[in-house]
């Protein structure tokens, strides 16, 4: 097993939970967790093929890492927002009980 | 339009032979009166746009804007008048023109223009001060009718296009005029257009003189073709003026004329029709349905005379290349159709009942001697007898309306009689009149400018013909004029028992009474001891001269007019007024004389019957011709293109409604389909769109393991 293998392995199962954690919780909190491990998992994977790619001297794979992630921030700054405000607006974060989302 | 000419100006006076004419004024030295010329005709044409603004009971105002408009023309008119009175003492220039250019096309353009000289300031003076008096005497006469401010605007619109005739310097702006006067003219006859009369007069009046005017409009497109301008003077460039003349003369037309001639007897017609010459004079006697100011001002004093005066206005033209002793082809036609419109217009006279019916065909007969004076002696003899005869006839034009006013609208001479004593005033004004169109010797104008006509007449030196129809003519006058008077004011009053005349009110008897002045004292100006009519429209100086009188020849002449005077009247009192007629049912004197000759003459000669047979039948053959043209071939045509269309369409709206519009329904339908699909998607719950993200990748997935594993780069 080549070490790239191994970081996509962990990287895949990153993944996994994330997607399990934001399908199965019912808190939007959680939810965006698990969101966050999603894309961070994508980031590992980024890091990794850059690592153990061809051309490792040409930084691209970092420069990605660091663009997701700040868009990362920027996202989880927005979705913590959006709950704190319906929070505020309807006393939940349940996210079954967010019925009335329709535009 | 002044700075523009300013440069041409020293062009032309360069190019203009000194001496050759009289030196006149160009536009950018024109005096002041020249300048505002133009207003004379647009202020009266400017109050019949105001009154045509008013309401139907704003009587008052609309006949003090008539009357203040034409009275302001009145006084410019006095103004112009003694402008070119002064220029004549001076010894200057009396022709004045202001000249314009009005369409451009290219490099030629098109020039209008106005002009006053002694014809059209004598012309001004007259129609303006005629109108004036006939505008008052309307407001009595159409006191009660309901239309009245409608009257005054046509009335006004007239004087403005007439007047616009008078000053016109050029063929087209006059053709311009002379058509409004023309539309008016047929407004005012079908004035009362409930009648059918009146509107059978007035379309058969606009027709009649249409004929007329399209020749006219012929000869004026033909003048412009060879001289390349309608301006009748321009400084040596005109279409009249001597350069012109010499060119029309050298150009043949047919049958011997030179394109002078043929286009002065086109111009001619157009005359002819306006001043119902012989054979066009059929709408003239009709025209007397109009309301009578109507016939006084347009079919006795102003419009009918425009024809006069246009043939007067063009008079080089028509006389170009006429030697001493000599004379043109179109003034012997002139001639000729003067006289005879002369003797048969006093012929038809002599029948008719009507009062007003007597006096058209007296006009008729009138403007046959003025078109006589134009063509043996010259302008001012026509000239004279045209403002003599304006004022005489519009005098007895509006006597006669006092008359019909004062028997309740009776028209018929044989229900009237004794008038003189029941209207005094309109009796008195009526014998200055009659006497007057008579030609009473001395003391009343119309035999001055009778007897100068007669005089020219007799000194013409192609034939005596003309002469003696005239002759005949004055006698038949003199006859037909004591007819009528025995029976209107003299016998006894032969209408409904219980009513009697009434005189009219001041009013329409005032204008009556200046009229009657002037009827007598206008003869001074044309006596053969001063002749100062005709001074003034040759710019020749006037003086007193005794020896007037004894030219060889002149007072046999008069002597002879004035024994036809006397025949005339002495037989018509032998015949109406020794034996007072007593009943309306009595037979006339001269139809008991021989009944032939009378139904001849009360039948007008069956001009109208002819014109029946022979040219309405035409245009009736010829309009049934078109008629069938138009709804069998043309109609056939038309409708089975339309069939085809209609065809078209019939299969284009079932294609749209089968299969387009099917189509549309159908993506329609989709389309709100999938919307429908959608909005299920977009319900708004969040777990709903994160599962649908799982499935996506898990799909994702799928697909890159698939892809994967067929190209081999995964091995399961």
Not at chain 1, 20 to 31: D, G, K, M, P
Not at chain 2, 76 to 95: D, Q
Not at chain 2, 682 to 693: D, F, I, K, S, V
Request: proline share 4%; aromatic share 12%.
């Amino acid at each position: 097993m080549t070490p790239l293998v191994g970081c996509l392995i962990v990287a895949a199962l990153v993944f996994a939970i994330g997607l399990a954690i934001s399908l199965t919780r019912r808190n939007a909190i959680l939810v965006l967790i698990g969101i966050e491990l999603m894309l961070n998992a994508a980031n590992l994977n980024l890091i990794a093929f850059w690592r153990f790619g061809a051309r490792p001297e040409l930084l691209t794979g970092m420069m990605f890492a660091i663009f997701s992630i700040a868009v990362a921030a920027a996202e989880a700054a927005v979705g913590l927002g959006l709950v704190i405000a319906y929070h505020r607006h309807s006393k939940t974060t349940d996210l079954d009980a967010m019925t009335r989302m329709k535009g | 339009m002044i700075a523009n000419n300013a440069s041409l100006m020293a062009n032309w006076l360069v190019q203009v032979p000194v001496g050759e004419f009289k030196p006149e004024i160009v536009d950018g030295a024109a005096s002041a009166i020249m300048r505002i010329l133009w207003l004379i005709p647009a202020i009266p044409m400017f109050a019949a746009g105001l009154i045509a603004l008013l309401k139907q009971p704003m009587r008052k105002t609309s006949a003090t804007l008539a009357i203040g408009g034409l009275s302001a023309s009145f006084v410019l008119s006095l103004i112009a008048f003694s402008h070119v009175l002064a220029e004549w003492h001076r010894g200057g220039a009396t022709r004045e023109v202001v000249n314009f250019d009005w369409l451009s096309l290219g490099a030629a353009s098109l020039q209008l223009g106005w002009l006053l000289d002694p014809l059209a300031a004598v012309m001004l003076v007259m129609v303006t001060f005629v109108g004036l008096l006939i505008f008052i005497y309307s407001t009595g006469y159409m006191a009660h009718d309901e239309n009245f401010t409608r009257f005054f605007c046509f009335l006004s619109l007239f004087a403005g296009g007439m007047l616009g005739v008078l000053i016109a310097n050029s063929l087209l702006l006059l053709f311009m005029c002379w058509e409004i006067v023309g539309l008016t003219s047929y407004l005012l006859i079908g004035f009362w257009y409930h009648k059918p009369s009146a509107a059978a007069a007035a379309k058969k009046a606009f027709l009649t003189t249409r004929v007329g005017d399209i020749f006219f409009l012929l000869g004026i497109v033909w003048l412009f073709a060879q001289t390349g301008t309608t301006l009748f003077y321009n400084n040596g460039a005109g279409a009249i003026e001597p350069a012109a003349l010499t060119t029309l003369l050298s150009q043949p037309a047919a049958w011997g004329l030179s394109a002078a001639g043929a286009i002065g007897l086109l111009i001619f017609a157009g005359a002819a029709g306006k001043s119902g010459q012989l054979p066009l004079h059929v709408w003239l006697p009709d025209a007397m349905e109009g309301p009578t100011p109507v016939s006084a001002l347009i079919h006795a004093a102003t419009m009918v005379a425009a024809g006069v005066y246009l043939v007067a206005r063009v008079y080089p033209l028509m006389s170009a290349g006429a030697s001493i002793g000599t004379t043109t082809i179109s003034l012997t036609v002139i001639a000729w159709v003067g006289a005879l419109t002369a003797l048969f217009g006093a012929l038809v006279a002599v029948a008719q009942n009507d009062i007003k019916r007597i006096l058209a065909y007296s006009t008729v007969s009138q403007l046959g001697y003025m078109m006589v004076g134009l063509a043996t002696g010259g302008v001012a003899v026509g000239m004279f007898h045209l403002i003599t005869h304006a004022f005489f006839k519009a005098l007895l034009f509006l006597g006669a309306g006092s008359v019909i006013h004062g028997c309740h609208e009776e028209q018929d001479i044989r229900r009237m009689g004794r008038l003189r004593i029941d209207m005094p005033l309109t009796f008195m004004t009526y014998m200055v009149g009659m006497l007057a169109l008579s030609g009473f010797p001395i003391f009343f104008s119309g035999f001055w400018s009778k007897d100068a006509i007669l005089g020219a007449a007799h000194s013409w030196p192609v034939s005596r013909g003309p002469f003696v129809m005239l002759v005949v003519g004055a006698l038949l006058t003199a006859f037909y004029m004591t007819r009528q008077i025995s029976y209107v004011f003299f016998g006894h009053w032969r209408g409904p028992k219980q009513t009697h005349a009434h005189e009219s009110p001041l009013v329409m008897t005032g204008p009556l009474a200046i009229l009657a002045v002037f009827a007598i004292g206008l003869g001074v100006l044309g006596t053969p001891l001063w002749p100062w009519f005709t001074g003034f429209l040759e710019s020749r100086p006037v003086a007193f001269d005794a020896h007037g009188f004894s030219e060889p020849g002149l007072l046999p002449l008069m002597g002879s007019a004035i024994a036809v005077v006397f025949v005339g009247l002495l037989l018509g009192w032998a015949l109406y007024m020794r034996k007072p007629i007593v009943s309306d049912e009595k037979q006339d004197s001269l139809e008991s004389v021989s009944p032939t000759v009378w139904n001849w003459f009360a039948n007008r000669l069956y001009f109208d019957e002819l014109y029946s047979v022979t040219v309405i039948r035409l245009y009736a053959a010829l309009a049934w011709f078109s008629d069938w043209l138009d709804r069998r071939v043309w109609g056939g045509a038309v409708s089975s293109v339309a069939l085809t269309f209609r065809g078209l369409g019939w299969f284009n709206k079932g294609l749209d409604s089968q299969w387009i519009d099917g189509g549309f329904d159908k993506g329609c339908e989709e389309l709100v389909t999938s919307g429908g699909v959608l909005a299920w998607l977009q319900a708004g719950r969040a777990p709903g769109y994160l599962r649908m993200m799982g499935i996506g990748v898990l799909v994702l997935a799928g697909i890159a393991l698939l892809v994967g594993a067929v190209t081999g780069q995964v091995r399961l």
